[in-house]
């Protein structure tokens, strides 16, 4: 199979414990320079992987989330200590809502970048392949369910354009007619979808999935890159945690901003996060360098 990046040729381990780590990080560094870390990470290596079509997915999706949790957030939060103005219902508006709305905004774009990379790195069979044997059910079921979305959408418009020949346009006729045939298009899809799953189940069971003593071959091997890898990752995180359970990363929103942002602490951890986020682009950008250069020489 043809990797998308020097990433995801890596070691399935190594990208498993990677999207852990940087998604975890973002859920839970509130700091506004991890937040713009992440998000700026985020957004670069989802370009790197899908090209011009996240640019799409930017506009349709993930700008619309940014702007109206940022939005929604002050108009139901009201604690803060700055108060701004006083909205229509009598509640105040405050600065400390307004900066944790746009926190929380750019908290959720970028997890939502980095769980886009992980669907197009880490796939189902890289999944199966860690966890196959410690929790073989349980990897079954991620891996089906993790791939069920694309596949679903995939077939959707296999069926669409199917009953569209036949003269079952969902998109003209009458709002009845499109309706009566939305739902036949629906009823199709989950009878599929049943079907599948069962396909599914019974080759798996075939074949001797999670029986003891199977065996399984595998196209994965773990080079000297992946170990320098994992070590650099490990290292990473555990400076971070370390880093962050000592208040290093420290920052509050409510009921007043406070929080270390220039203090050397801060300031190395903040770099430590950065150049982990950014160890995709950079192992793909020394390869591609790499590549240039024997090209270069023949």
Request: charged share 15%; with cysteine; aromatic share 14%.
């Amino acid at each position: 199979m043809k990797n998308k990046d020097a990433f995801s040729g890596c070691h399935p381990l190594v990208n498993f414990l990677y999207f852990g780590l940087v998604i975890g990080f973002s859920m839970f560094f509130m700091h506004p320079v991890c937040l713009f870390i992440s998000l700026f990470c985020g957004l670069w290596y989802h370009i790197q992987l899908n090209g011009g079509k996240s640019m799409g997915f930017l506009l349709r999706f993930a700008l619309p989330m940014l702007l109206a949790t940022a939005i929604i957030n002050p108009v139901f939060n009201h604690q803060g200590t700055v108060i701004l103005c006083y909205l229509p219902t009598g509640n105040p508006l405050t600065l400390e809502s307004i900066l944790y709305g746009v926190a929380a905004a750019v908290m959720l774009a970028a997890v939502l970048f980095w769980f886009r990379c992980y669907t197009a790195v880490m796939t189902s069979d890289k999944f199966v392949y860690l966890f196959g044997r410690i929790i073989p059910a349980l990897s079954l079921v991620l891996s089906m369910t993790l791939r069920f979305v694309p596949k679903f959408k995939a077939q959707f418009e296999n069926v669409k354009q199917a009953q569209s020949g036949i003269g079952r346009d969902m998109e003209s006729g009458s709002l009845l007619k499109r309706l009566r045939y939305a739902v036949t298009c629906f009823s199709i899809m989950v009878t599929w979808s049943l079907e599948n799953a069962i396909e599914t189940a019974d080759s798996m069971k075939s074949r001797g999935y999670g029986q003891k003593g199977r065996t399984a071959f595998s196209i994965y091997t773990f080079t000297e890159r992946d170990r320098y890898l994992l070590l650099w990752l490990g290292l990473c995180g555990f400076t971070l945690l370390c880093g962050s359970m000592t208040g290093g990363l420290f920052w509050r929103y409510f009921p007043s901003v406070r929080g270390v942002l220039l203090e050397p602490t801060a300031l190395g951890l903040q770099l430590v996060y950065f150049c982990m986020c950014m160890t995709p682009i950079v192992l793909d950008g020394r390869e591609e360098r790499k590549w240039k250069s024997l090209q270069s020489k023949i």
